[in-house]
């Protein structure tokens, strides 16, 4: 361990000690040997671990600088004491194994321990204890260096934690060098793709992906070697058993001490179920937005349909039984009928089937939020919420969350280069009594005046080809088929565009509805 403090060279401090046979008063001490002796003690007591020595029963002999700074001593109060005062009582008996194995002539290397400063603080150490010999090669005592080891294992500790959580997270969190070469790969690496660590490390990171997209590796490595980082990438990779699957990807640079890139870390997540969700939640708009839209053909159609009914049947009764006319009024009758039927067959088509359940409404926003949450990144947008439903409201789950996605969707389109997306619910009272209202509003380009009053109509949109113009019309009867309301307003000015819509859904559902439904059912 380092000293806390400036240690100055001085010398060691040294008690019985005993005397080189050499260095006898009978002839002298060579002025070379006390020099090479002073230059060695100086060395000992300047070094910034601890050096100890004791004879074979344990008693300090010598203690340098470091040994009082890091232990507490000052020389007087441990030399001439028992080494045992630095050692816990629970591992006395430890000191004795350690005498014995000296007295065997063994060195003892890098022995992890516990040692007590003079406070009563324990703290770990790393020891290396040599045998000291007497001219004839007598082991008469042993030294000892002492490293604190506390900062290491911390670090130690630090890093298994970090590994631990590395290997127990849901995502596949790989690390390779900046030829694509694996270097580390976690447990739900082995399960997302399929390969085992054994298997993977040492190999190429283009056994995951798919040849018509190798082209990405080369411009996800010069991105690292320029230390860009690349956040939720959304690509495919192939899977061992050669499934390919939609992963979205946040790859970081790995640097070395002195900041050169030397590596990355990948972190890829499966999405596959969140894209399969969004395909279905496309095509189920589609088909409700198709039944719904034939639904309204049907009612138009359905009245002139009776008109035409009656009037062929009083054609017919003024006819002549059994007459041509009559048996072809007969047979338009019958085909009329036929085709009624069909018509209130499609009206009943659409509506859902589903037995309404009790939500809070900012858990269904959430849902639609998760869904488009890969878009609203890549569209840099953020997302402002402030849920105030305090209550549950019964509803149609699909009904409702077709209504939240056709105008979140239409927000975020509005907002290609970024923006805020504010959603907020509230407890409110309406036109139609109690219930909760939720405003969805953006700041995206906004919808010019001159087509706001056609915003609900079916099939008009200002998105060109990229629209349905089916999903404001949609929302509209969802809602109001609720007994509640939807409004917008607009902004296309530059300086405060934006698009606002205010959603009202009664906790009461009206009568009409309950009704229908239970006609229908």
């Not at 298997?199 to 997209?213: A, D, H, R, T």
């Not at 159609?301 to 059994?322: K, W």
């Not at 869904?371 to 919420?385: C, E, L, Q, T």
Request: hydrophobic residues 40%.
């Amino acid at each position: 361990m380092e000293s806390t403090s400036p240690v100055q060279p001085k010398s060691v401090f040294v008690k019985d000690v005993p005397a080189s046979p050499s260095a006898s008063h009978g002839t002298g001490t060579k002025p070379d040997a006390i020099d090479a002796r002073a230059h060695l003690a100086a060395i000992v007591d300047s070094s910034d671990d601890p050096i100890i020595s004791k004879d074979l029963n344990g008693i300090v002999t010598s203690w340098n600088h470091a040994a009082a700074s890091v232990f507490g001593y000052a020389p007087e109060e441990i030399i001439g004491q028992s080494i045992l005062r630095l050692i816990p009582p629970e591992l006395h008996s430890e000191e004795e194994r350690l005498l014995n194995t000296i007295r065997t002539g063994q060195r003892i290397e890098h022995f992890e321990t516990t040692r007590l400063r003079k406070n009563g603080e324990r703290f770990p150490v790393s020891v290396t204890i040599s045998p000291i010999k007497d001219a004839e090669s007598r082991i008469i005592g042993a030294s000892r260096i002492v490293r604190e080891i506390s900062d290491r294992l911390k670090s130690d500790e630090s890093q298994f934690r970090l590994a631990a959580i590395v290997d127990s997270a849901d995502d596949a969190i790989i690390s390779k060098d900046l030829n694509g070469i694996v270097k580390t790969w976690n447990f739900a690496a082995s399960r997302i793709f399929g390969y085992t660590a054994e298997e993977m490390v040492g190999q190429s990171i283009l056994k995951l992906i798919p040849e018509n997209l190798k082209y990405e590796e080369d411009e996800i490595l010069r991105k690292l070697r320029a230390g860009e980082r690349i956040d939720h990438y959304e690509t495919t990779r192939r899977r061992k058993n050669g499934e390919l699957l939609d992963v979205s990807v946040t790859i970081s640079p790995i640097r070395d001490e002195s900041g050169h890139v030397i590596g990355a870390s990948k972190i890829a997540r499966d999405i596959s179920q969140r894209k399969q969700f969004e395909l279905l939640l496309i095509q189920s708009e589609k088909i409700a937005a198709t039944g719904r839209m034939a639904a309204a053909v049907a009612h138009e159609i359905n009245n002139p349909l009776e008109s035409l009914i009656n009037l062929i049947f009083l054609a017919r009764q003024d006819s002549l039984e059994g007459s041509e006319a009559h048996k072809l009024l007969l047979t338009a009758e019958e085909e009329l009928e036929r085709v009624s039927h069909i018509a209130r067959q499609t009206l009943g088509y659409y509506r859902e089937t589903g037995t309404p359940t009790d939500v809070f409404l900012h858990d269904l926003i959430e849902n639609v939020l998760t869904v488009y949450n890969s878009k609203i990144i890549s569209n840099s947008i953020s997302v402002a919420a402030n849920f105030n439903d305090l209550q549950k409201i019964n509803v149609s789950k699909g009904e409702l969350l077709q209504v939240f996605s056709n105008v979140i969707a239409n927000a975020i389109d509005a907002m290609p280069a970024g923006g805020t997306l504010d959603i907020s619910t509230r407890n409110f009272v309406g036109a139609s009594g109690h219930g909760i209202q939720t405003t969805i509003s953006d700041t995206g380009i906004g919808i010019q005046a001159e087509h706001m009053p056609r915003v609900f109509d079916p099939f008009f949109t200002t998105k060109g080809n990229m629209g349905t113009g089916l999903g404001l019309w949609v929302a509209r009867q969802l809602v109001e088929s609720r007994g509640g309301q939807i409004s917008i307003t607009s902004n296309s000015s530059k300086k405060n565009s934006g698009t606002a819509v205010t959603i009202f859904v009664p906790f009461a559902r009206p009568q009409s509805s309950i009704s229908g439904e239970q006609k229908n059912g």
